[in-house]
């Protein structure tokens, strides 16, 4: 069976930073299974809350030629052999392994959590979800009617055991809960988008049996139960902030467990768990390493590696040169956007914000971005003008296009912010001082500095000065929880979930709100949206706050990535996974 990914989104690192659902030490939150991430690059990337919650037989990336939903080589066990290792390359190596926390929501931490934790749901190419049988036997929902709210029994799998010998049971469930749904200031977890709809977790019949009650409808109540901790771990803010500075096999309970952390060469190995009671895994040990992606195309070319993500022409070239391997391409949940940091200097006002939404000329950034990769001669395809659906997915609307680029509209609006071009100047003023904005360049990032200098030129013409300031990839994603940015550009990566994390990165209360923009109206918004059970009003509402968003000047979405992954031409049930979950244990090679 297929896993499902978390719930939450995440941010990706340094290229084209991909987030799993994020928080901002400002108190913005993070989602958790059902969330977003972030990341920098092809890589650095945040997990957030954008995906495919229905998802569709042709792929989604838009256009007649549509991606593939998956690729990754589907064959049954028997059809593989006993042994291997697969050394897999990622951008960043997690300063903080909690995935949950604010600062841990990043997707290649994630993705080494899918080998290692406890993922409780699976999902198919079309991203439909059903229980990770070694975790879950399944479950009873309760729909709320007559006045009583919804309701929802889990039934863990007796087998199922923490690495420390404790079986899994409903505490862990309450106290995950206690940690991440807001109400203990204390905890910073990348979103409560979904604990925060819980009126409590209790014992059922047994310990194995998790009695979760709602406040009132909760249409994705499956989002915030995808991944778990143990309740020694999410019992003390102390220990869930800060206090996975290393991996702690105990707190774990996958078909992997960590065998060793070379900090020197960047490197974490996993090795198969000697308690796992599932379906013994194919390989004898997968490796993470920390490379460059311009190195890691390299390595891979040279096999010295065995998985890389491609994003850009020079890495898909390189990939192409290595005779065992291929490059396996589905429809991505990564989005490339601009975040706006509403309370640096200059961007406090709306109507600059607008300004420089309409003054970036975003199919030039993605055309160029692209430039040498198969999907550039048709960017149209992932052209994207929503920040929660997918172009070719259900509920997609061009909410965007009223924002698009036109420098002189761009112009008028700068005019009535009282920003006017001096005489003879080519940089605005008022007041006597210049309209001067910074952008946070991630330095040996191609991606982040090619959009710097896009985004520097465009903005140029309308009389905005871009000042390129350089971060090291380490500091990402910490300068935007920081707050310490004007324009940033990075990669969120959304979850099966699309509209069950409206409030982790547009929410004024959460810690991944990075734009810092609270809008009361939308949260009320988000609010009816999180309750909604009829799908179609759902989706009408999520896209009246997507107009919102646009409006406010909060992201600029850029476009959606293609998912180009090298992997061996002979590895099976592994590479670009699209709205599918990895199965750990069924990764190896073909005989």
């Known amino acids: 069976m297929t896993r499902v990914p978390r719930p939450s989104r995440k941010w990706v690192s340094a290229q084209a930073p991909t987030p799993h659902t994020r928080r901002k030490t400002v108190r913005l939150k993070r989602i958790s299974a059902a969330c977003a991430a972030l990341t920098v690059s092809a890589a650095l990337a945040l997990t957030g809350c954008s995906g495919d919650s229905k998802g569709s037989g042709s792929g989604g990336n838009g256009g007649s030629d549509q991606a593939k939903t998956t690729d990754i080589n589907p064959q049954d066990r028997d059809k593989l052999k006993q042994g291997g290792t697969l050394r897999v390359a990622i951008t960043q190596l997690p300063t903080n392994w909690n995935i949950l926390a604010v600062d841990g929501n990043q997707v290649d931490n994630s993705d080494i959590f899918y080998w290692t934790g406890v993922n409780t ?4 190419d079309k991203g439909e979800v059903s229980p990770n049988k070694n975790y879950l036997t399944g479950w009873d929902v309760e729909e ?4 009583q709210p919804q309701k929802v029994t889990l039934h863990i799998n007796p087998k199922a055991k923490w690495n420390m010998g404790r079986q899994i049971d409903w505490q862990d ?4 809960w206690k940690a991440c749904n807001g109400e203990n200031k204390a905890f910073t977890p990348a979103s409560t988008d979904g604990f925060d709809k819980i009126t409590s977790i209790e014992k059922g019949e047994t310990d194995q049996d998790v009695v979760i009650t ?12 995808s991944q778990l901790y143990p309740r020694e771990m999410t019992s003390d803010p102390n220990m869930f902030n800060s206090g996975m500075t290393e991996p702690n096999n105990d707190y774990l309970a996958g078909p992997f467990i960590f065998d060793k952390i070379d900090k020197a060469q960047r490197v974490a190995t996993i090795v198969p768990n000697p308690k796992w009671w599932g379906d013994k895994p194919m390989l004898d040990s997968v490796s993470f390493r920390e490379l460059e992606d311009s190195a890691s195309s390299q390595a891979f070319a040279n096999s010295e590696i065995d998985v890389a993500t491609f994003i850009n022409s020079d890495g898909y070239n390189q990939a192409k040169n290595r005779a065992d391997g291929e490059i396996r391409a589905a429809g991505s949940l990564q989005w490339r956007h601009v975040t706006i940091n509403s309370q640096a200097r200059n961007l406090g006002d709306e109507k600059v914000r607008q300004a420089i939404t309409r003054g970036i000329n975003r199919e030039a950034v993605a055309k160029s971005d692209l430039a040498g990769l198969p999907v550039a001669n048709t960017p149209e395809q992932v052209m994207l003008g929503n920040h929660f659906f997918m172009p070719g997915q259900e509920g997609y609307a061009d909410n965007g296009e009223k924002w698009s680029y036109d420098a002189e509209a761009a112009g008028k609006l700068l005019d009535e912010a009282g920003w006017k071009l001096p005489e003879g100047k080519k940089i605005r003023e008022k007041d006597g001082q ?19 200098k896009l985004i520097q030129a465009d903005l140029a013409k309308i009389g905005i000065d871009v000042k390129m300031v350089t971060k090291a990839q380490d500091e990402f994603p910490k300068f935007l929880i920081d707050g310490d940015f004007g324009l940033t550009t990075f990669t969120w990566q959304g979850t099966i979930f699309p509209m069950n994390n409206i409030g982790q990165i547009y929410g004024s209360d959460s810690e991944s709100n990075y734009a810092r923009l609270n809008n009361t109206k939308l949260d009320e918004l988000r609010d009816q949206a999180d309750a909604e ?3 179609a009003k759902r ?6 706050i997507d107009a919102m968003i646009w409006e406010e000047g909060h992201t600029i979405p850029l476009y959606r990535r293609i998912g180009y992954v090298g992997v061996p031409k002979n590895l099976a049930n592994y590479g670009s996974f699209g709205l599918e979950s990895i199965v750990p244990e069924n990764v190896g090679y073909v005989k």
Not at 173 to 176: A, I, P, R, V
Not at 437 to 444: A, Q, T, V
Not at 539 to 544: A, I, K, S
Request: aromatic share 8%; proline share 8%.
């Open 144 to 147: 709320a009617k007559d006045g």
């Open 539 to 544: 989706v009408d509402l999520t896209n009246e």
């Open 173 to 176: 469930y309450q106290s995950l």
């Open 434 to 452: 210049p309209l001067s904005i910074d952008y946070m360049m991630l330095k040996d990032v191609p991606t982040s500095e090619n959009e710097g």
């Open 121 to 124: 749901l699976e999902s198919n």
């Open 214 to 225: 709602y406040k009132s409808t909760q249409p994705d109540w499956q989002a915030p139960i």
């Open 533 to 535: 059970m009829d799908h």
